[in-house]
């Protein structure tokens, strides 16, 4: 995460500890204002985050937050985890607004899918602050590497600058601006391949507006022109990006940046006025400099042209000790010990050759075991039909990873009486309405009881966990609605509820939802109550958690007058309390529950609808409603008719 005119935010997340002006003689990225003070030795390795990812060691501070390296104790891979510095270290509304930097990254993000751009496995919210699952890579960024060589070869600028601009496109076509393309935001993947990562400040369309008007985001030194004046600023576009592409293209061939000054000022009057000073370096790379470096972003070379251009000058050169270095880095530790955090020098000769060698040699196993783990599936879609191709289960990508890991991963609520409860953190074993269907299921695909690993899963976190495939299947009183259906695919419903709210018993002016106006309702964030409230009943004061456990801790504690959500969640709070809160009673909004899974799964939407009709004949939903929801005294139990079309155009 990134604020406006702070030196690298969380550019760094994996990269070594900034100092107090790290980018650079001159403070030509201006001051740090965007980060609050440290706050040390409130989380210390070995913390369980979310009863999932057990922090190990702590790989770099940026102006807004920590990034760790971690485990994740549930799919056993090494993660990079990113916290942010928050903690009650300012006042609410700049707290709100880097909470909502932190979601806006993982929301950009998760929208592009491509080798060159970070992937994000999981956002989530814990101990009061927000926290990002990243893929871990080389903790060194570009800018590190630049620190080290000062400059680097024509041909080594140019692969990484081809790199980051394929990133930087797919990004670009998934309707994201980055906004803060710079060095210290590529880092390196294990073979050397360059991501773009750190997405605090991107925007994309439908994007809620984090920034204040006339504030000035990005770092001053990679800011395109048409984004420096004060007076006539343009909207940013992608011709922005490549304009700070083409800055970090030159500080790669020139060792310094094209445009600085003794504060940011004058480095924002350097780029609006100012031309470059002609390179010294760059060779065949004149001609892209001189294109992403026009001040008219009408003029300025296209991403296309700039592709083909890189293209050419990379296909005629040889690979140099500079790509060895980035492609010998060690691996991370498995023991979490900090082993391989630091690069090693570059090698040469034979030694190069047979560190390559031996390389390629220790992936023959994995891969051997990868090819008799795919067997194995085969084996498995085989028992549905006498010729494997029949079945049109065999294209499902999600079927596929679930047996290759050796387990469907659901993602189920860890706080809802009746529906999903938490019941032993250790064992992560929960239990309610949603987790007998969601066993049912896993049966029902293939997978015994011991296959079959639940996880918690946040209001807000559903459709990125589900598109990363961190989780194969959510069922977690999932509402399908339209919107949701243009990132996921649904299958459903399997139970229709209605949005009520829930009180305090000593409410008793409260009779109607037009009572609740000019009161504090509280709901979760990314929820179908948080889009439809502040259209559906005007001038009601909303508050946002990240769960609904949440909300009844602050309607119990009377920090909110209401919580709003499905009455069927809401009748479960009301359980546990029955002398406190009390149900309105009036739904006003009806919801249907789905099981979620990734887009464009349409043959595992056929199979998992026709198990909730299987599930519902047999007697074994009502069982389950008779276990878990009646005794909540709600008197309608409805699975609804489960939709084998897509949710929406039929929702």
Known sequence: MHSGGGPDGGARAQGVPPGPAEDGPGGQDGPRQDGPPPHEGEHTPGRLIDNRYQLQHRLGRGGMGVVWEARDTRLHRQVAVKELLFRGAVDPETQAQWVERARREAQAIARIGHEHVVTVYDVTEADGQVWIVMEQ?????????????????????ARICLEVLRGLRAV??????????????????????????????????????????????????????????????????????????????YEMVEGRLPFRGPAPYEVLLAVREDDPPPPEHAGPLGPVLAGLLTKDPARRLTAVRAEELLRHVVQETPVTPARLELETWPLPSESGDGGGATPQLPETGATAEHRRWWRDRRLRLPALAAALVLVAGACWFGYRSWSPAADPLAASQTLAQAHQ???????????????????????????????????????????????????????????????????????ASYSMTPERAQQVTFAGPYYLAGE??????????????????GRKVCTARGSTPAERLPVKFHGIRLTYRSSYGECVADLLAHRADAVSTDDIILAGYQKQHPDKLRLLGIPFQSEAYGVGMARGENALRTEVCAAIDRYVDSGAWRRSWQRWLQPLGLLRPSPGTCSNTDWQRSG
């Open 405 to 475: 890991r050796g387990a469907l991963v659901v993602g189920v609520k860890a706080d809802q009486p009746g529906l999903s409860v938490l019941t032993d953190p250790q064992k992560q074993r929960y239990q309610g309405f949603d987790v007998d269907l969601a066993s049912y299921l896993a049966k029902d695909l293939g997978f015994a009881p011991d296959q079959v690993q639940f996880t918690t899963v946040q209001t807000f976190s559903r459709e990125l966990v589900l598109q990363n495939r961190t989780v194969d299947l959510v069922v």
């Open 137 to 157: 890579v080389n903790p060194r960024s570009l800018a590190d590497l630049l620190r080290a060589h000062g400059r680097l070869p024509v041909q080594d600028a």
């Open 500 to 517: 009520d709210f829930l009180l305090r018993t000593d409410e008793k002016d409260v009779v109607g939802p037009e009572d609740l106006v």
């Open 172 to 249: 670009h076509a998934a309707g994201v601006l980055h906004r803060d393309v710079k060095p210290h935001n590529v880092l390196f993947r294990r073979d050397g391949r360059a991501v773009l990562m750190d997405f605090g400040i991107a925007t994309f369309e439908g994007a809620a507006q984090v920034t204040r008007l006339h504030e000035t985001v990005g770092t001053p030194s990679y800011l395109a022109p048409e984004l420096c004046d004060p007076a006539g600023r343009r909207p940013p576009a992608p011709a922005s990006d490549l304009w700070s592409l083409g800055v970090t293209l």
